[in-house]
Protein backbone atom coordinates (compact mmCIF):
# COMPACT_ATOMS: atom_id res chain seq x y z
CA UNK A 1 0.00 0.00 0.00
CA UNK A 2 2.73 2.72 0.89
CA UNK A 3 4.38 1.95 -2.64
CA UNK A 4 0.85 2.70 -4.22
CA UNK A 5 0.58 5.76 -1.93
CA UNK A 6 4.20 6.66 -3.36
CA UNK A 7 3.12 6.49 -6.68
CA UNK A 8 0.50 8.75 -6.18
CA UNK A 9 1.95 11.31 -4.72
CA UNK A 10 4.29 11.14 -7.50
CA UNK A 11 1.67 11.27 -10.13
CA UNK A 12 -0.03 14.09 -8.43
CA UNK A 13 2.73 16.30 -7.74
CA UNK A 14 1.65 18.19 -11.16
CA UNK A 15 -1.32 18.51 -10.82
CA UNK A 16 -2.70 21.94 -9.28
CA UNK A 17 -5.07 21.63 -7.24
CA UNK A 18 -5.95 25.26 -6.95
CA UNK A 19 -9.33 26.25 -8.12
CA UNK A 20 -10.81 22.60 -6.98
CA UNK A 21 -13.51 22.53 -4.99
CA UNK A 22 -11.90 19.47 -1.58
CA UNK A 23 -13.42 18.08 1.37
CA UNK A 24 -11.28 18.86 4.18
CA UNK A 25 -12.41 16.67 6.82
CA UNK A 26 -9.33 14.78 7.24
CA UNK A 27 -7.51 17.09 5.30
CA UNK A 28 -3.80 18.13 6.16
CA UNK A 29 -4.42 21.03 8.62
CA UNK A 30 -0.88 22.58 7.23
CA UNK A 31 -2.47 22.44 3.91
CA UNK A 32 -0.22 21.57 1.24
CA UNK A 33 0.42 21.51 -2.61
CA UNK A 34 -0.13 17.58 -3.37
CA UNK A 35 -3.44 16.03 -3.87
CA UNK A 36 -3.43 13.36 -0.89
CA UNK A 37 -5.57 10.41 -0.05
CA UNK A 38 -6.18 10.84 3.61
CA UNK A 39 -8.10 7.68 3.76
CA UNK A 40 -5.68 5.24 2.59
CA UNK A 41 -6.72 1.83 4.55
CA UNK A 42 -7.14 -1.89 3.55
CA UNK A 43 -11.08 -1.21 2.62
CA UNK A 44 -9.80 1.71 0.45
CA UNK A 45 -7.21 -0.52 -1.72
CA UNK A 46 -7.71 -3.11 -4.64
CA UNK A 47 -5.82 -6.12 -3.78
CA UNK A 48 -4.74 -8.31 -6.96
CA UNK A 49 -2.61 -11.76 -5.48
CA UNK A 50 -1.67 -10.11 -2.56
CA UNK A 51 -0.50 -6.92 -4.42
CA UNK A 52 -2.03 -3.24 -3.97
CA UNK A 53 -2.49 -2.03 -7.18
CA UNK A 54 -5.19 0.71 -7.05
CA UNK A 55 -7.00 3.33 -4.50
CA UNK A 56 -10.53 3.38 -4.21
CA UNK A 57 -12.61 5.89 -2.45
CA UNK A 58 -11.42 9.56 -2.98
CA UNK A 59 -14.31 11.15 -1.03
CA UNK A 60 -11.53 12.72 1.65
CA UNK A 61 -8.52 13.73 -0.75
CA UNK A 62 -7.45 17.15 -0.42
CA UNK A 63 -4.02 19.47 -0.73
CA UNK A 64 -2.02 18.64 1.56
CA UNK A 65 1.75 17.34 2.59
CA UNK A 66 2.65 13.95 1.61
CA UNK A 67 4.23 12.92 5.01
CA UNK A 68 0.65 13.78 6.11
CA UNK A 69 -0.80 11.05 4.04
CA UNK A 70 1.50 8.73 5.04
CA UNK A 71 0.60 9.51 8.82
CA UNK A 72 -2.84 8.90 8.13
CA UNK A 73 -2.25 5.63 6.52
CA UNK A 74 0.08 4.73 9.18
CA UNK A 75 -2.32 5.69 11.87
CA UNK A 76 -5.19 3.22 10.37
CA UNK A 77 -2.98 0.52 8.99
CA UNK A 78 -0.07 0.02 11.48
CA UNK A 79 -1.96 0.63 13.50
CA UNK A 80 -1.65 3.57 15.72
CA UNK A 81 -3.96 1.96 18.54
CA UNK A 82 -3.89 0.40 21.86
CA UNK A 83 -3.49 -3.13 22.09
CA UNK A 84 -7.26 -3.54 23.77
CA UNK A 85 -8.63 -1.41 20.35
CA UNK A 86 -6.05 -3.02 18.02
CA UNK A 87 -7.90 -6.75 19.17
CA UNK A 88 -11.59 -5.31 19.63
CA UNK A 89 -10.84 -4.17 15.46
CA UNK A 90 -9.40 -7.29 14.33
CA UNK A 91 -5.89 -6.64 13.93
CA UNK A 92 -3.65 -9.20 15.33
CA UNK A 93 -0.75 -8.95 17.58
CA UNK A 94 2.48 -7.20 15.84
CA UNK A 95 5.67 -5.13 16.20
CA UNK A 96 4.11 -1.66 15.39
CA UNK A 97 7.28 0.13 15.35
CA UNK A 98 8.43 -2.36 13.01
CA UNK A 99 5.57 -2.02 11.06
CA UNK A 100 6.16 1.77 11.23
CA UNK A 101 9.57 1.52 10.27
CA UNK A 102 8.59 -0.56 7.02
CA UNK A 103 6.47 2.17 6.05
CA UNK A 104 8.92 4.77 6.69
CA UNK A 105 11.71 2.62 4.41
CA UNK A 106 9.06 1.56 1.44
CA UNK A 107 7.89 5.39 1.02
CA UNK A 108 11.69 6.20 1.02
CA UNK A 109 12.05 8.80 3.70
CA UNK A 110 14.98 10.14 4.36
CA UNK A 111 16.36 10.71 8.20
CA UNK A 112 14.86 14.42 8.13
CA UNK A 113 11.40 13.24 6.26
CA UNK A 114 11.01 10.09 9.32
CA UNK A 115 11.11 12.68 12.05
CA UNK A 116 8.55 14.48 10.48
CA UNK A 117 6.29 11.94 9.94
CA UNK A 118 6.67 10.84 13.68
CA UNK A 119 5.50 14.36 14.76
CA UNK A 120 3.02 14.25 12.09
CA UNK A 121 1.25 11.30 13.18
CA UNK A 122 0.35 13.38 16.45
CA UNK A 123 -1.78 15.70 14.02
CA UNK A 124 -3.28 12.73 12.32
CA UNK A 125 -4.26 11.17 15.44
CA UNK A 126 -6.07 14.14 16.96
CA UNK A 127 -7.39 14.87 13.39
CA UNK A 128 -8.77 11.69 12.60
CA UNK A 129 -10.13 12.17 16.37
CA UNK A 130 -12.31 15.32 15.59
CA UNK A 131 -13.32 14.23 12.42
CA UNK A 132 -15.31 11.24 14.29
CA UNK A 133 -16.12 13.87 17.06
CA UNK A 134 -17.79 15.74 14.18
CA UNK A 135 -19.90 13.05 12.71
CA UNK A 136 -20.87 11.43 16.02
CA UNK A 137 -22.16 15.24 16.48
CA UNK A 138 -23.71 16.14 13.48
CA UNK A 139 -25.86 12.85 14.25
CA UNK A 140 -24.25 10.72 11.78
CA UNK A 141 -26.19 7.34 12.61
CA UNK A 142 -23.41 5.14 11.60
CA UNK A 143 -20.46 6.96 13.74
CA UNK A 144 -22.84 7.51 16.75
CA UNK A 145 -23.26 3.68 16.72
CA UNK A 146 -19.58 3.69 16.48
CA UNK A 147 -19.10 5.69 18.98
CA UNK A 148 -21.33 3.91 21.54
CA UNK A 149 -19.78 0.49 20.56
CA UNK A 150 -16.51 1.14 20.85
CA UNK A 151 -16.55 3.62 24.31
CA UNK A 152 -16.88 7.25 23.22
CA UNK A 153 -14.36 9.24 24.31
CA UNK A 154 -12.49 6.85 26.28
CA UNK A 155 -10.95 4.77 23.11
CA UNK A 156 -9.10 8.06 22.17
CA UNK A 157 -7.51 8.79 25.40
CA UNK A 158 -7.04 5.32 25.36
CA UNK A 159 -4.98 5.70 21.99
CA UNK A 160 -3.57 8.78 23.01
CA UNK A 161 -2.11 7.50 26.57
CA UNK A 162 -0.85 4.22 24.17
CA UNK A 163 0.77 6.60 21.90
CA UNK A 164 2.59 8.61 24.32
CA UNK A 165 3.59 5.55 26.63
CA UNK A 166 5.11 3.84 23.57
CA UNK A 167 6.75 6.71 21.44
CA UNK A 168 9.94 6.19 22.24
CA UNK A 169 9.99 2.44 20.57
CA UNK A 170 8.81 4.38 17.31
CA UNK A 171 11.44 6.70 17.37
CA UNK A 172 13.78 4.16 18.04
CA UNK A 173 12.57 2.01 15.38
CA UNK A 174 12.92 5.21 12.78
CA UNK A 175 16.52 6.01 13.64
Request: charged fraction near 30%; proline fraction near 5%.
Amino acid sequence: MVELLRGFHDAAKDFDPLGHTWNGSLSDPAGGTVVCHNDVCPENVVFRDGVAVALLDFEFAAPGRPVFDLAQLARLCVPIENDFDQARLGWRPADRPARLRLVADAYGLDRDGRKELLTTIDVALTRGEEFIRHRVESGDPNFVEMWNQTDGAERYHRRRRWWNDNHHHFAAALK
